[in-house]
């Protein structure tokens, strides 16, 4: 949790990127799941249903792994739909698309993943931004750069990255932080021969989960976290 000057608490926004198979969704799951303790209702959103089935299947099998969920309480559908899971505390995971908004203003939630977020929109960001408000809540917002939707997501990473007005923090997670898929760490054989047939943003941007610059920009070195203060002082000189 956090919280302001006078210890009243504020909604938490954290932002994940993350590189080609690196673990984004258990970690989204694992986050969710440590929450479900403490709250009543939460969400993942994908810009599809099937966006979501991840998390949601990541989710179920922890539950059910230490006896916090039965398999009765879930609504798990073959075909692409919505899910539901009611642990035994109570606690409702729903999944939900935001290519319908009209799903997003049902109830304010206690916490939400958004899952693949580079193919969803500003607006649906929006929106979930001001459900956790309503709760103090928090919205974690994961998944691979993509620019399906425009640069949002790899701005707004980089506008966490320093001091900003959502109190939020950016985080990336690196291909080769999975041993699954590669063993051998940033030096395994799929990371370097991936390295020496990209750029070296290209690279950076699919493995590492760091932002490029734009194309175009003027300053392409620019870095919010670098380049811009909240604390300077006026010098008319």
């Known amino acids: 949790p956090r919280y302001d000057d006078e210890g009243r608490p504020l909604p938490n926004l954290t932002l994940l990127t993350g590189g080609l198979q690196a673990g984004k969704s258990l970690?989204?799951?694992?986050?969710m799941f440590a929450m479900h303790w403490c709250s009543s209702i939460l969400w993942?959103?994908?810009?599809?249903?099937?966006?979501?089935?991840?998390?949601?299947?990541g989710l179920v099998e922890e539950g059910?792994?230490?006896?916090?969920?039965?398999?009765?309480?879930?609504?798990?559908?073959?075909?692409?739909?919505?899910?539901?899971?009611?642990?035994n505390?109570?606690?409702?995971?729903?999944?939900?698309?935001?290519?319908?908004a009209s799903t997003l203003a049902s109830e304010s939630p206690d916490g939400v993943l958004m899952v693949e977020a580079g193919r969803q929109s500003w607006t649906a960001f929006e929106?979930?931004?001001e459900r956790v408000i309503q709760k103090s809540g928090w919205l974690l917002v994961s998944g691979t750069i993509e620019q399906l939707q425009g640069r949002w997501f790899p701005n707004l990473w980089n506008e966490l990255q320093g001091d900003n007005v959502y109190h939020g923090k950016s985080l990336r997670l690196p291909s080769y932080a999975n041993p699954k898929f590669y063993p051998e760490g940033v030096n395994d054989p799929k990371i370097l021969a991936a390295k020496k047939t990209m750029s070296e943003e290209e690279f950076a941007e699919r493995f590492l989960g760091i932002p490029r610059a734009a194309i175009g920009v003027v300053f392409p070195q620019f870095r919010r976290a670098t380049h811009v203060s909240f604390d300077a002082e006026y010098n008319p000189l």
């Open 89 to 100: 505390n109570g606690c409702i995971v729903r999944t939900l698309s935001s290519s319908d």
């Open 44 to 57: 993942i959103v994908g810009e599809r249903y099937e966006d979501c089935r991840y998390e949601f299947k």
């Open 27 to 31: 970690a989204g799951s694992s986050h």
């Open 64 to 87: 059910m792994w230490i006896g916090a969920l039965e398999w009765r309480n879930v609504t798990f559908p073959q075909n692409p739909g919505p899910c539901r899971a009611t642990f």
């Open 127 to 129: 929106t979930l931004w």
